[in-house]
């Protein structure tokens, strides 16, 4: 599966992650099941790692629909944050565009990194885990 979430309920975090080719379908898929899993709670943040993705297939569009999709769900979010890592140029360059085209207008807050480590303490997990 190109992008898969997992939600550890102990540390109050969603772990996302892609891989190999991501699409447009695929980032929605995931952001439409996750925002529908009766596991998500308020306040959960969520720590996406962009780094396993070999191709970014994803568009203007793409973006424009999954922020759509978190506008109509982010109530249920309360004041979570949202850690994107992504290693490569491109990669970092289509996080930030969706970085600020969320801000101020979806939950979670999203913060977009080439690190691991300060991704995690930004959200408040442990540096290495």
Do not use: C, H, T, Y
């Given at each position: 599966m190109p992008m898969s979430y997992r939600i550890d309920k102990t540390q109050n975090v969603v772990f996302m992650e892609g891989n190999g080719t991501l699409t447009d379908e695929d980032m929605v898929d995931c952001i439409r099941r996750?925002?529908?899993?009766a596991d998500l709670e308020a306040n959960m943040m969520t720590?996406?790692?962009?780094?396993?993705v070999e191709r970014l297939a994803i568009t203007t569009s793409g973006i424009e629909t999954m922020i759509g999709l978190m506008k109509a769900t982010g109530a249920?979010?309360?004041?979570?944050?949202?850690?994107?890592v992504a290693a490569e140029d491109v990669q970092f360059g289509m996080a930030r565009m969706f970085q600020s085209k969320a801000e101020d207008t979806v939950?979670?807050?999203?913060?977009?990194?080439?690190?691991?480590?300060?991704?995690?303490?930004w959200i408040g997990l442990a540096?290495?885990?």
């Open positions: 996750l925002r529908e899993d720590l996406s790692d962009m780094r396993p249920s979010r309360g004041e979570a944050k949202a850690a994107i939950n979670p807050q999203v913060q977009v990194f080439r690190d691991i480590a300060a991704a995690r303490i540096p290495e885990g």
